[in-house]
């Protein structure tokens, strides 16, 4: 059996350089459509009320399971032979940096529906460059790198954010908003650089041929509605991270009753959490590697269980820094590892014909767990307490953990899917 060391061994491959990269292009446009966008409308003069309606240009991440089947399956005519996914990469990078140079050049105050469309631009561009680089990722590695694959890829998209939030923010400072915003898209080259300097990952024609709406949009449904307990995959998949998010959503809030100042949750929560976070999808990454996925995705959801009791243990100790800190390690460290085994799942997934397809649609019933269903949480924490309420919040996490250990069971009988040996 490897050793850890060995485990941790993998992130050495170049390929795991590349996807960490292509994870810094793909978290760079985000924030420069919704938090930095903010503070540059606010510090232009833009009211609350339309800075308000600026945030729903983020819709395209929700919708981009519309559009992935024809990323999928068409090849892009110029540049077609750079590959089906490194032609739509560099098409929509350079397109990314294109459109954040337009940005850069608008006044808020002077054309607000100006800015207002290209940042919905922007935001779909963005949108499709998840698509292609989430589904780059998942085929170039084999099963046991993904976990690895995601954690670099999260750690990349982690780096990115700080680049287009306090990066942006620094630039604007110095220099102004369009020097930020070119910045901004000056950066997106680090993308184009590393598709242009990694290979194209194999492609996989539809196991059943017909027309091309067959094959594009009802095919990669069609399959995997075809698999054995495919509806028990899809609450697994909904309900995974459910528990986690519900507690994590009233974290802050939960700090600052307990008396800590905003320094305080600012320096721990924010910049110890966020290196906690990175350390945890490594461990993740390298517990897939050597664990195997499903017993990985199992030991890392049981850790992540487990975390949410340490704010009980918070709300024991009070407003005590040692603790606080304590509490944001274990619960970023094991939030991270079951991440990474979450996205190797959910890449494992996939059929290689329509990785795009089938990963967009399980990322968005993903988010569900953490949007639409967490969203409960401030009505639990005001109507039962906080202790009750992150014994709830554990205790949430549960139904997930024994729907595993029956897809667990389920797997044991039948044989693995295969997928194509990369050449």
């Known amino acids: 059996?490897?050793?850890?060391?060995?485990?941790?061994?993998?992130?050495?491959?170049?390929?795991?350089?590349?996807?960490?990269?292509?994870?810094?292009?793909?978290?760079?446009?985000?924030?420069?459509?919704?938090?930095?966008?903010?503070?540059?409308?606010?510090?232009?003069?833009?009211?609350?009320?339309?800075?308000?309606?600026?945030?729903?240009?983020?819709?395209?991440?929700?919708?981009?399971?519309?559009?992935?089947?024809?990323?999928?399956?068409?090849?892009?005519?110029?540049?077609?032979?750079?590959?089906?996914?490194?032609?739509?990469?560099?098409?929509?990078?350079?397109?990314?940096?294109?459109?954040?140079?337009?940005?850069?050049?608008?006044?808020?105050?002077?054309?607000?529906?100006?800015?207002?469309?290209?940042?919905?631009?922007?935001?779909?561009?963005?949108?499709?460059?998840?698509?292609?680089?989430?589904?780059?990722?998942?085929e170039l590695l084999d099963e046991r790198e993904q976990g690895a694959g995601a954690a670099a890829t999260q750690v990349g998209y982690r780096f990115g954010m700080i680049a287009s939030g306090a990066g942006a923010l620094y630039l604007a400072a110095y220099f102004g908003w369009f020097w930020s915003y070119a910045g901004m898209a000056a950066l997106m080259l680090v993308g184009v650089v590393t598709v242009l300097m990694t290979r194209e990952p194999r492609l996989v024609a539809p196991p059943v041929r017909g027309s091309w709406f067959a094959e594009t949009v009802v095919a990669p449904f069609a399959e995997f509605a075809g698999r054995r307990a495919w509806l028990v995959i899809l609450v697994f998949v909904v309900l995974y991270k459910f528990g986690d998010a519900l507690a994590g959503i009233m974290s802050s809030p939960f700090y600052v009753t307990l008396g800590f100042t905003l320094v305080d949750i600012a320096n721990v929560a924010k910049i110890f959490g966020t290196a906690a976070s990175i350390a945890g999808v490594f461990l993740g990454g390298a517990a897939v590697y050597r664990l195997g996925l499903m017993p990985a995705l199992l030991i890392c959801g049981a850790f992540q269980a487990l975390s949410n009791l340490m704010y009980i243990v918070q709300l024991w100790a009070g407003p005590d820094p040692t603790v606080l800190a304590l509490t944001i390690a274990t619960e970023n460290v094991t939030g991270g590892m079951a991440s990474a085994a979450f996205v190797a799942y959910l890449s494992r997934l996939c059929h290689p014909a329509f990785t795009a397809t089938q990963y967009a649609l399980l990322s968005a019933l993903a988010a569900t767990g953490r949007t639409v269903l967490a969203a409960a949480g401030g009505f639990l924490a005001d109507h039962l307490g906080w202790q009750p309420f992150f014994l709830v919040a554990t205790a949430a996490c549960v139904p997930a953990l024994l729907l595993l250990v029956y897809l667990m069971r389920l797997a044991e009988t039948q044989q693995p899917r295969a997928v194509p040996t990369q050449p």
């Open 1 to 138: 059996m490897r050793s850890w060391l060995a485990s941790l061994r993998v992130y050495g491959d170049r390929r795991m350089l590349a996807i960490l990269l292509m994870g810094f292009s793909s978290g760079l446009p985000l924030a420069l459509t919704a938090s930095t966008l903010a503070i540059w409308l606010k510090t232009a003069g833009v009211s609350l009320t339309a800075i308000g309606l600026f945030a729903e240009v983020g819709l395209a991440y929700n919708l981009k399971f519309l559009w992935a089947p024809a990323m999928d399956r068409i090849r892009l005519p110029l540049i077609g032979r750079l590959g089906r996914r490194r032609s739509w990469a560099v098409t929509t990078q350079l397109a990314l940096a294109l459109a954040l140079l337009v940005m850069a050049g608008r006044d808020p105050i002077a054309d607000p529906w100006s800015v207002a469309l290209i940042a919905a631009v922007v935001a779909f561009l963005s949108a499709s460059q998840d698509i292609v680089i989430d589904a780059y990722r998942v």
